[in-house]
């Protein structure tokens, strides 16, 4: 008997609104079986407009799409069959409890007896709602919310799942909780992952593959550490304990990489070289010329990076995320 095919197969597709330009430009795209793959971009980039086609709730002006093995025009109903969407906007009803939504999504697939119960259960478990599941969605926080329109989505056990900007709000202790469970479905049931984020290290922690779309098009694709390692080096900050001594850092530093500018004022900052980091030479160089260093900071590369180097700015998501980094910090 032949496997199920849990592939998305993607080639040309477009679509484009009446007035306006076209929100997907033509782009290919392949996920295997059991991937999870991220798609990244900024808001208004063709994120979404990519989802409700390839989910069949919006008709592609041009191209083909083919998800679990059909063809998203041809064969709707057997795509959705196979697949599993949490989208933005979650149809919950505030007067029903969570439970209540649950046997209803499986009474709609044809789940019923005890099957439903286990059912119902099993993932009010999964997604961490056990407690709360008999009372009314109305009193749901917003991540509670979002866990149970994963568990919605996973009631029929679908081979495909997507999820459209699925933690965009949450607390971070809701946030991890999502990515274990997305992690878990992909690695121990081969569901395939398409998820869309404009947050960086939701992509570089879940996606096996990034791609990166701005203005409907994609612009880069391949691994985290593919992207990262092809489009930029880590950088390496200095800040001089004596300001006058800023010349005689800097022509250490320039012999590791090429001058940049930093990002912290008072500082030499240079673009590494070599993708090894090196600190502990640099460390070494800048001792042998008696230069005292208040602080050396190593910014390693980020998709962030690679958004930049490709469209000429930044991705909406990085500003809070860089605020909440910890970079390396080391005193000399």
């Known amino acids: 008997m032949q496997a199920p095919d849990n592939s998305i197969e993607v080639e040309g597709l477009v679509r484009e609104f009446k007035k306006g330009p076209r929100a997907v430009d033509g782009i290919d795209l392949h996920v295997d079986p059991g991937e999870i793959y991220g798609f990244l971009g900024p808001n208004g980039a063709g994120k979404s407009t990519t989802?409700?086609?390839?989910?069949?709730?919006?008709?592609?002006?041009?191209g083909t799409a083919r998800v679990a093995g059909f063809d998203?025009?041809?064969e709707g109903p057997k795509v959705r069959k196979a697949i599993g969407a949490a989208l933005q906007e979650a149809a919950l009803d505030p007067l029903l409890t969570g439970r209540e939504?649950?046997?209803?999504?499986?009474?709609?697939?044809?789940?019923?007896?005890?099957?439903?119960?286990?059912?119902?259960?099993?993932?009010?478990?999964?997604?961490?709602?056990t407690d709360a599941a008999d009372r009314k969605v109305k009193g749901y926080s917003g991540g509670m919310k979002r866990r149970l329109d994963l568990a919605l989505a996973l009631v029929h056990r679908p081979r495909v799942l997507f999820l459209d900007e699925p933690?965009?709000?949450?607390?971070?202790?809701?946030?991890?909780?999502?990515?274990?469970?997305?992690e878990r479905l992909a690695r121990d049931e081969g569901v395939t992952v398409f998820l869309t984020t404009q947050y960086l290290e939701e992509a570089d922690v879940l996606a096996a593959r990034v791609g990166i779309i701005d203005q409907g098009r994609i612009v880069a694709e391949g691994t985290p550490e593919e992207l990262k390692a092809e489009f930029s080096s880590s950088t390496?900050?200095?800040?001089?304990?004596?300001?006058?001594?800023?010349?005689?850092?800097?022509?250490?530093?320039?012999?590791?990489?090429?001058?940049?500018?930093?990002?912290?004022p008072g500082t030499v900052a240079v673009q590494l070289a070599s993708s090894d980091g090196r600190l502990t030479e640099i460390v070494r160089a800048l001792d042998a010329e008696g230069l005292r260093i208040a602080h050396l900071q190593i910014h390693e590369p980020t998709l962030d990076d690679v958004f930049l180097a490709k469209t000429g700015r930044h991705l909406e998501g990085a500003e809070s995320e860089d605020a909440e980094a910890d970079p390396e910090l080391v005193a000399t």
């Open 51 to 62: 989802v409700l086609m390839l989910t069949t709730l919006l008709p592609p002006t041009a």
């Open 72 to 74: 998203v025009v041809r």
């Open 101 to 129: 939504h649950l046997r209803l999504q499986m009474a709609m697939h044809g789940i019923g007896g005890d099957e439903r119960r286990r059912r119902a259960d099993e993932l009010l478990e999964r997604v961490g709602l």
């Open 167 to 182: 933690t965009t709000g949450l607390d971070p202790q809701s946030r991890a909780a999502l990515w274990e469970e997305v």
């Open 236 to 264: 390496i900050e200095a800040l001089p304990a004596n300001v006058e001594e800023k010349g005689a850092v800097a022509s250490v530093l320039e012999r590791f990489g090429a001058r940049t500018t930093g990002f912290s």
